[in-house]
Every structure is written in C-alpha cells, then in structure tokens.
C-alpha cells in the first residue's frame, strides 16, 4: 500500500491542477462501484446510495488491516469479481481523495464504455447539439 501511494503521489505531483483543493470528486468505472457497495454493506447505507465519505474509505481499507475475516467476507458478498484489484483500486482512490483535500466521493453510474458508446453512437452531441 505504500509503494501505491508513493507513485500515485509521485504522478500526481506532475499534474499542475492537482494542487486545487475540491471538497468532492466524481469517481469513474468498475473499481469506484465496488468500493461504494462495499461500503453501503460494511455502514448499512442504502444500496443506491452513491456517495463515498473519505472517512468511509478510510475505515474500510483499516478494517482489511485489522479484521480480514469480516472485510472479506463483506467484499465476497458485494464485488466478488474485485477481490484482487479493490485493496489497490481503493488506495489509490483515498490518496487521491486526500491529496484534493475531498470529504466526498461521488460515484458516476456510468463508466469508460459508456462514454465511449456515446461518443460512437452520437458523435458526442447533447441532445441540444444533435437537434439544431
């Protein structure tokens, strides 16, 4: 976890934008829907709601520290399919959550494929656009 934090901040330290401080970010994809259900089970949230709170995912990823056994088998239960890949998807989400100083994390229902759908699909015109 410190080796992927170590880089993250490294890549991020070349991106100018990054030193703005923004209270939420929009997280994109497949790691940031399963990181949202997991926390929706581990908190007893709703399971539509969309939001992730930096403090949440903090104690989630101490929770696989301290408890395997009942992070597991929470994870098992809401994205078995991101049992390798949450843990990493997951630090890097809270370093970069961290470095934009972000209480929240809002999670995008859609993803890459999507957008790249629209952009096949529609050329990338708003509704307005493709209209006129």
Known sequence: MRA????????????????EKYAAICGVGGTIRAAARLANDLFGLSADNREITY??????????????QLALQSLL???PERVHTLIPGMTILKTVA???????IV??????????LYERV???????????
Request: proline share 0%.
């Open 4 to 19: 992927v934090r170590a880089d993250v901040c490294a890549e991020m330290d070349k991106l100018a934008f990054v030193r």
């Open 55 to 68: 403090e949440n995912l903090r104690d989630i990823l101490r929770l696989f520290r301290k408890s395997k």
């Open 77 to 79: 239960r809401t994205a």
């Open 98 to 104: 961290k470095r934009f100083g972000s209480d929240v």
């Open 107 to 116: 999670v995008s229902g859609y993803g890459v494929r999507e957008g790249y």
């Open 122 to 132: 529609l050329g990338g015109k708003t509704d307005a656009a493709a209209d006129a």
